[in-house]
């Protein structure tokens, strides 16, 4: 069944596997008029890339866009945008010795028993290079909320342990974890370090926050805004959990404290995130997800062979020591897509 | 735009305010020969009612469903299933004091925002008594699932920061609280008083497993298995967060703890909750979801009117102190109807 | 697999068999705020009853539509809109000799394939019957279409062979035939009474016309505003072919016959049936489908029993001659929930 | 809105223009382990191609696609199949004398209502040039349905007012036009260059028929067989009119005549056109449409520019006379796409 189409009237639609030829993203839906240029979507490219040997693995090469369809002079036409991303680093040699076996944590035990084929020429579509056309299709949904002054902003929260205990936005982009706190940032490192040389992985948390964001988007009762988030980044590789305003704290919380008062000049407070019944109040839009450990070990670990046979499995090769901060700028691309989205429905109904 | 439908090939759409004439559920593309009748949905709609004053408000008569088609002689005949459930106590004179003004932590200002209309009966489309036609539709799904032997069990984890220290899954239906643990029922129940005297709410976790589940669910790879759970889960009312397996612990493992490895027998341990790249690895599904505190409470708040004035709102009238046990039920009926059209989906394929 | 469910803003799923106890729609993606009454629906209602015996069979009360959700003093609140109308007339006794072999022409043959099941009461949800849940949805796209002063106008241009001769819009809701040429009527109904007591049964031609309606609308390449008009009317049961502006006559025009010419004050002609490239170009747009016999006759036929005996079938009691003109109305309703669905898409691009 | 997606569970997106740099399509939800190569995408893309310069315009190079994702080592993956087909011959000179009126018969002026903008390089996405990512699609469809034994063949039927007097099928591919009537051949040819030298167009009939369809096929009420059969052709350029089985000829039948009878052996006539309450009837399915002449003539014709001034315009430059027999291919490719989905719709369920 077709799983690779995300919205409703701000629809994308990704294709592509890490060594196939390409990888894509068919955006259909946009409004006609916008400017959207290969650059543009270059530039939040970049960001899915690795700045610092110390955090994540390199490709060489940084990934560039064509725009196959959909632009004329520089503006979207209302048609269908096509975007097309080459693979340029393919050699999948590296793959030869897990071609037989499963991997523990990954996708390629699954992907066997659901298509009954194994793509074994790398990750394929289970890959997180597989976000690099999500990527490309929320440059183009930052296209439309631009049109109406919404921002997304995504960074580190917490990661191998070590939370930022302070947001400071601006220092976001200013160093290669996407963490708010600089002085965190040497303490994680440091501890990434570790980690890489005791041939180990780590999680941490990625926390997103949308501002600007009208009042009314989101259609209950299924399509609530928050319901929508929650598919949009539970369906990112590593993602094993997503919380809204308080999460999981409102568990251990009374209603007095949970509540937003309400005064004249907006809500006091924003234990919500920005969302109430599904539908967002105009308030700053705040989710959290927590980022497993990247499966891809080369510390021994237990597995089977495709014959169910038992063998062990250390895996070599270069890898990221966590998913984090690559999986940043996807979240906040599929924030971008689902915000957009719900902008363009609500101009629907109302 | 159309928010009122869940699923792709198991499709449900429903309706119905809480103070209307009535709720109900079309299920569309149910398989044909099913047997079915109002009885297997009644005793579905029963766990969804109070048992216990100490717990919740009581409405009087239980929900009766009628089935207004699709099913002949007691059989699924492959065309919509439509369900209907009458409202009966729909009484709204104790709403009238909060018709001009917000409730914090509620829908009634975002539905305002979103619609520019109030349905100042009651909660609307909003209310928890929305849930019953989710639970009436989960009743169907259930059929489908008992098929194929897959069973879903959904309880309380902790309420009132009370949590169960042990899970005895027999214990769940014998004590009002659908909890685990027998000893912390009487303890969460003395915590409830509590709060409910302070005139205030709780909060707490539901757990909810699957067992059964077959190898190959969940489409790749916006509509992976988790990601449709998360949007099924989040979509309920009072949900604030959903994790699968480990969940946000996983942020602070390392991948050598965090990854299950494999034997022959199958996986040596469950962090991933039944799902490796979006799809079921055939062990147990494990999903855990926040509910925040019940916003309506008798304690004094701080809130603004229609005209946009400061007032203070204290909500008298019988309100339950929390969503949970009442919305155990909902957990396992969204999970239902995820697991129903995802099998029904990967039946399409092969 | 889902097939009950129509539009995609303005999105319609209808339930219901001819003999089980109701039928009804649910109507999603209403904007708020539109006025709506019962009187409105049953209005419709009413159209699709037979108002002479000549013409077609009667049941004798009127349907009478309950609006179970999504109207608050009667206006919509853009919640799901429920509409449920009661069988009254469902005694299926006379349906007893037909239940073990298949009706020529019917789809009891096709349903018992593709569902392995038989709904014996009757025509189930293929009986002409269903139709009565799409001109009540229909009622609900009229308020949509009201706003925009779009005006949706259905025909009897021909009917056992005899055409009108003439377009006398004012005529139609005249006569019992929605003829627009009252000089035609009693010539058709004399040809009704005649095959009648032939007992077989006539096909013909109904006209559907669209005022009022913005140049813009429809969805290049798959949701044309053509295709989806082809769809909506080739839905309906008895229908077999469908036209839009010069139709089938296109295919023996020269490209200087069948283009329109323009000029400042607009097309010169209406080859086009106010469709360019699958978008409405502010013309008039016009449809015509093509209705075939209604298939159960009292004439003999050859089919054969559920055991693949052969057999001879006279279909006894109450049917009508033709399926016009109790589908005009359907027609209407088809073409009305195309052009709100629409409408409203454009809207969320502009 | 979305428009450029068809189909639910064989479900494709194409996109791209005429004068862009490519154009595509992507295949989600084609089942894992069908062959599948460039070679069997390009041999229909070649019947899509002129082959007689008598009949129709001709660009020099085939068109060659590149599967971008979905197959590996000649194997469908489960994946989404991305196919890219290169833009070779886009010189848009020739349009420069059109950049500034509208053309009779065309949807420059519709495109532009709608988007607010003109693509000014040539059809844009209206132009015929689209249908090649249909073709393609098409393709890896034909796949699906050669695992059931599923034959879909589209001919000329009728063209420039001359018909086709005999149906043999192994002609259809021996002659330029797909005409199954070898005598007719050279008339028609005739006829075309009459028309060409008087700088006019033509229309004409394609016939397409589906052997080895099972019965059970199609989704009632909305997803009809026939519905879904009509939205899909209706929805090719030219297309005006689709008919099915008897089609606009039951509007002049009686029953006795249009019914078709059943026997042990099967049906004993067809003009059900193999489709009965909108499922198929495993009898021979059988569809017409009507397709216009090409709006781009020599002849002179009246028009308006984009200010709205009136002009005259006489369309220069190599166009075809007819979309036939171009357009053949394209009505197999979607007749295809519908079956594919169809099928595994119904595996869904039973």
Tied chains: 1, 2, 3, 4.
């Excluded at 969302?275 to 700053?284: C, F, R, W, Y």
């Excluded at 499995?313 to 691309?333: E, F, M, W």
Aim: glycine share 12%; charged share 25%.
């Amino acid at each position: 069944m077709p799983g690779n189409t995300f919205g409703t009237v701000f629809r994308v639609t990704t294709w592509g596997e890490s060594h196939g030829p390409a990888l894509g993203a068919v955006v259909d839906g946009c409004p006609p008029g916008l400017t959207l240029s290969a650059e543009d979507i270059n530039e939040e490219l970049a960001w899915r890339k690795s700045r610092d040997p110390r955090v994540s693995t390199s490709r060489k090469e940084p990934d560039q866009v064509e725009i196959c369809s959909g632009v004329f002079e520089d503006r979207t036409t209302g048609t269908p945008i096509s975007l097309l991303i080459r693979n340029r680093d393919v050699d999948s040699s590296s793959y030869d010795h897990l071609r037989n076996l499963f991997r523990p944590g990954h996708a390629d035990y699954t992907y066997w028993h659901k298509y009954g084929i194994r793509e074994k020429r790398g990750g394929g579509r289970a890959s997180g290079r597989e976000t690099v056309a999500r990527v490309a299709a929320g440059a183009v949904a930052k296209k439309v909320l631009d049109q109406h002054g919404i921002i997304v902003l995504s960074y580190t929260l917490a990661l191998g342990g070590i939370r930022a205990q302070k947001l400071d936005f601006d220092e976001v982009y200013k160093n290669p974890l996407f963490c708010p706190d600089a002085e965190a940032v040497p303490r994680i490192i440091e501890r990434l370090k570790e980690v890489k040389e005791a041939g180990d992985s780590v999680g941490g948390v990625v926390e997103i926050r949308a501002q600007g964001c009208p009042a009314g988007l989101g259609e209950p009762v299924f399509a609530k805004l928050d319901a929508m988030l929650a598919a949009a980044l539970m369906g990112i590789g590593a993602v094993k959990g997503v919380e809204i305003g308080s999460g999981f704290a409102a568990a251990n919380m009374l209603g007095s404290e949970n509540n937003d008062p309400l005064s004249p000049a907006g809500f006091l407070t924003n234990n919500s995130g920005g969302i109430l019944g599904g539908i967002s109040n105009g308030d700053e839009i705040v989710a959290r997800v927590a980022v497993k450990p990247i499966p891809s070990i080369e510390k021994e670990q237990q597995t089977i062979t495709e014959d169910g046979e038992p063998t062990k499995l250390s895996v070599k090769g270069r890898h990221d020591v966590s998913a984090i901060p690559r999986i940043v700028p996807v979240c906040t691309a599929m924030v971008r897509l689902v915000l957009a989205d719900m902008l363009l429905q609500q101009r629907a109904i109302r």
